[in-house]
């Protein structure tokens, strides 16, 4: 068990109409936690097993406005959500198949809701996200992926990860699209340089990682539309490391 606190502050630059957002209170956390290592087959397999519960109070939350005389501004700031609850567990694996091979996975399981947590929109709207889960939290995230070193020095790596849908933001409904990248690596490492080619997300996914509800165009009276910030695309280079000694 474990108990964290995060200080209170001010929010400086509101404007008048937000003067009620001003100050912010202290977060408190309560953290529970247990967990399982074990070893399998004689040392071929070993897992790693977390559950958790987190209990927050008085939680502080990014929150942002859209300014309503610069439609095309968006007015950041944070407060207090009152309290919300998270609980999941997390389980990983690694599995030696050989001296040259290494075989690892892991999955995620979130489940997050808002205890207590009401506010007001741009136009007065009360919003209430009483039991709904929080921004960025997906249900589930996994991972798998293997690794093989050869023993003249050569190596490479393959992996993949994804995450489930999520909200963007707790100022609207956006979600995202569930998504799975696939990264990889292969090259040569010797005592004092290492040399590799990599690739990130090898597939070219498209996936959104940030998500906006909002009016940017006049031509359109302004009016609201979702806007999405769209992950890294495929990204392929090379990396060179030398050790002075």
């Known amino acids: 068990m474990a108990r964290g606190y995060k200080a209170g502050g001010f929010n400086m630059t509101l404007p008048v109409e937000l003067n009620d957002k001003k100050e912010f209170d202290t977060e408190t956390l309560y953290n529970y ?9 004689e040392g071929l397999i070993d897992t ?3 559950l958790f519960y987190m209990d927050r109070q008085d939680q ?21 959500a009152g309290s919300s609850n998270n609980y999941g567990a997390e389980l990983d694996a690694t599995w030696y198949a050989t001296d040259n091979l290494q075989l690892y996975s892991s999955l995620g399981w979130l489940e997050t809701a808002y205890g207590d947590y009401q506010y007001q ?4 709207t009360e919003v209430d996200l009483t039991g709904r889960d929080l921004a960025h939290s997906p249900h589930f995230t996994y991972s798998l ?5 050869g023993n003249s020095g ?13 909200y963007y933001s707790d100022s609207n409904d956006s979600r995202s699209e569930p998504y799975t990248i696939v990264n990889a690596r292969v090259g040569y490492e010797a005592n004092a340089w290492s040399a590799y080619l990599w690739g990130r997300n090898l597939f070219d ?7 906006f509800y909002f009016g940017n165009e006049p031509d359109n009276g302004w009016a ?4 999405i910030r769209y992950g890294d695309p495929r990204q392929l280079g090379v990396t060179v490391n030398v050790k002075f000694m």
């Open 145 to 149: 992926g293997g690794t093989f070193r």
């Open 33 to 41: 936690e247990i967990g399982l290592k074990s070893r399998w087959l």
């Open 154 to 166: 050569w190596f490479a790596n393959l992996n993949l990860s994804g995450k489930s849908e999520f």
């Open 224 to 227: 609201e539309k979702q806007y």
């Open 48 to 50: 790693n097993l977390a």
């Open 205 to 211: 996914e498209q996936y959104g990682v940030r998500g």
């Open 60 to 80: 502080q939350v990014a929150a942002s406005q859209q300014d309503p005389d610069k439609p095309q501004r968006f007015i950041l700031y944070t407060e207090n």
């Open 121 to 124: 929109d741009k136009y007065g």
